[in-house]
């Protein structure tokens, strides 16, 4: 069954912390792997879109990584800010371009 | 910028009325779908449309109908809204998946900022 699960459900950071979010999926065939964040009662806005062969993509203060030996990617945070405070889902576009949520992680950066 | 608009950020039906959530979109992409968002649960995918007039089921398509008339349009109608139809609903639009923008090949999809419905 076709299943992205992200770890942890919520996360509680002080400002200016570094976190990880990770994201585990179980999708075959694989097209690529998408992070999004979501402010509260907005859509969801994208960080970063990466394909099978790309291992790493950064958009400022986020970092992606993908290992699709282990179907494993990760969102690092640096230096969070208080914007930062949202839900981070992860995507994966399997065969036919469907897409596949995460249930998200909801982030919680306190001053 | 693409931009995907829902006319409603809120809104409030009782049971059984006939509920129409409005989605445009003006990048001239062909795909739109409509998702919604619960609690503890991805995005789930209700119905989305290839093309104008055209329609596919996604997920969870039980209770609900689309219609695409135009192109920048893509409408979910609730025939007769339920209390567990009570949701977030996110409307969404992508490029075709071989079409490009400005010679880049674009998988992105863009949402719209949602519409929480509540059915009383």
């Known amino acids: 069954k076709n299943q992205v699960e992200q770890s942890p459900q919520s996360l509680i950071i002080l400002e200016g912390k570094n976190c990880t979010l990770q994201?585990?999926?179980?999708?075959?065939?694989?097209?690529?792997l998408r992070w999004y964040k979501q402010d509260t009662g907005r859509g969801p806005v994208s960080l970063t879109i990466m394909t099978f062969s790309e291992n790493t993509k950064s958009n400022g203060r986020y970092t992606a990584t993908l290992d699709a030996d282990t179907k494993q990617s990760s969102l690092h945070i640096t230096a969070s800010q208080l914007s930062d405070s949202a839900s981070y889902i992860c995507?994966?576009?399997?065969?036919?371009?469907?897409?596949?949520f995460g249930a998200g992680t909801r982030l919680a950066v306190h001053p | 910028d693409v931009k995907v608009t829902q006319s409603s950020r809120y809104l409030v039906k009782r049971t059984g009325e006939k509920v129409f959530l409005e989605c445009v979109q003006d990048m001239d992409h062909e795909n739109m779908f409509w998702y919604r968002q619960d609690p503890g649960l991805g995005l789930r995918l209700i119905y989305f449309?290839?093309?104008?007039?055209?329609?596919e089921k996604g997920d969870i398509p039980e209770g609900y109908s689309v219609s695409r008339e135009k192109k920048e349009r893509f409408s979910l109608i609730l025939e007769s809204a339920s209390t567990n139809q009570t949701s977030m609903y996110l409307c969404?639009?992508?490029?075709?998946?071989?079409?490009?923008?400005?010679?880049?090949?674009?998988?992105?999809?863009?949402f719209g900022s949602g519409t929480r419905l509540t059915v009383v």
């Open positions: 995507v994966v576009e399997g065969g036919y371009n469907k897409l596949i």
């Open positions: 449309s290839y093309d104008v007039k055209m329609k």
């Open positions: 994201c585990n999926y179980t999708v075959s065939p694989f097209s690529n």
């Open positions: 969404a639009s992508s490029l075709g998946r071989f079409q490009t923008s400005r010679g880049h090949r674009d998988y992105g999809y863009t």
